[in-house]
Each structure stands twice: as C-alpha cells, then as structure tokens.
C-alpha cells in the first residue's frame, strides 16, 4: 500500500475528503520526523515504536573490484511493532 492508497482507503472509511486526510497525514509524518531527530521515540500503543539509532562507522568491502572501503556513522530509524498490530497479522 503506498501513501495514496492509504488516503484512498481512510476516505472510504471515515467519509472525509482526501485533500483533507492528506494533510493530516503529512502533519503526522512531519511530527514523527521532528520527534526522531531531536531524538524523542515515537510509540503509538498497540502499533510500534520508532526509535533514532547511531549506527557506526565500519569497513565495507566494495562488490565489484573488493576493495575495502571506509563506510561512515550515522543515524537509522528502527521501527518494533507492537503487540496488537503483530497479533493482527498473525
């Protein structure tokens, strides 16, 4: 499902105009995005929890000629869902 199926899908359901779902959920991404760099977990209960993660510099080998190669630190986002929205798909 991409973003624009979601709308489509959440539309159907509530009875709300797209344009009108679409930008609440730009404004819930954006919130998100914020949360994550100032370095806040964002947890929806029963849905997950993403979480910023330093990820470290280490040593890469480069696939065609295998040559090491320096690969740098930095952040990554980890999402581990919740036990509701496990149960569901399971």
């Not at 998100?32 to 029963?46: I, M, N, R, Y």
Request: glycine share 8%; charged share 30%.
């Amino acid at each position: 499902m991409n973003k624009g199926q979601l709308i489509d899908s959440v539309a159907s359901d509530t009875k709300l105009k797209k344009t009108e779902i679409s930008k609440v959920l730009d404004s819930i991404l954006d919130s998100v995005k914020k949360s994550l760099k100032k370095g806040d977990d964002v947890s929806l209960v029963g849905f997950g929890t993403w979480k910023k993660k330093k990820r470290a510099a280490r040593t890469g080998r480069n696939p065609q000629t295998g040559a090491a190669i320096k690969i740098s630190a930095k952040n990554t986002v980890v999402f581990s869902s919740g036990k509701k929205l496990k149960d569901a798909v399971n």
